[in-house]
């Protein structure tokens, strides 16, 4: 009752959509830096550098695949009238969105019993770059859907390695200096 009283403060529709509306843009660069920071602020560095190879492919191709695979099962549910029909690239916006695992319980599961630190280190590594990877694959689909012309696969993955990269250099850069 108290949001809906916020809500119908303005009789217009449109000052109430802009005063609900969610920025994507406040939340990646204000909300989201200090949780990753924190997160590997609290890395171990050996085992992490030490198992690079293995924590970029599986963040990388684990988000990945589960993107897309959770993309097409969206897209193909609403086909078969399942669930309400979206286009394919908010279906894949979506599976980007929900395909970053957050293991926190694991992780707190193999602190308690002591696992090896090197599967610690894959799991946590994994964990924080595979947020990277979901946000470069949702903001590659998100700039497919407002894109005016049709485009081909190799200028998808294009964009892709362009965001990912790019937030990746980025990144060494401020760490570096």
């Known amino acids: 009752m108290i949001v809906g009283g916020f809500a119908n403060i303005s009789n217009t529709q449109k000052s109430t ?7 994507e843009d406040f ?10 920071f924190q997160s590997g602020f609290n890395l171990a560095p050996k085992p992490f550098f030490s198992n690079f190879g293995a924590i970029i492919t599986f963040a990388i191709l684990g988000t990945f ?3 897309i695979v959770t993309g097409l099962l969206v897209y193909l549910a609403g086909l078969i009238f399942i669930i309400y029909r979206l286009p394919l690239v908010e279906c894949m916006m979506f599976g980007a969105l929900v395909s970053a695992t957050d ?23 994994e964990s924080v770059l595979n947020d990277a990877v979901a946000i470069s694959l ?3 689909m998100a700039s497919m859907r407002t ?4 485009q081909n696969i190799f200028l998808v993955i294009l964009r892709f390695l362009e965001n990912f990269v790019g937030s990746m ?4 850069v401020i760490l570096v200096h």
Not at 17 to 23: C, G, H, I, L
Not at 27 to 36: N, Q
């Open 138 to 140: 949702y903001r590659t």
């Open 27 to 36: 939340f990646l660069l204000f909300l989201l830096p200090p949780i990753i």
């Open 17 to 23: 959509r802009r005063w609900f509306n969610f920025r």
């Open 147 to 150: 894109s005016s012309s049709g």
């Open 65 to 67: 695949i589960a993107s």
């Open 103 to 125: 293991p926190v319980t694991v992780l707190s599961i193999f602190q308690e019993l002591g696992t090896d630190v090197n599967l610690y280190a894959l799991v946590f590594g």
């Open 169 to 172: 250099s980025s990144g060494n």
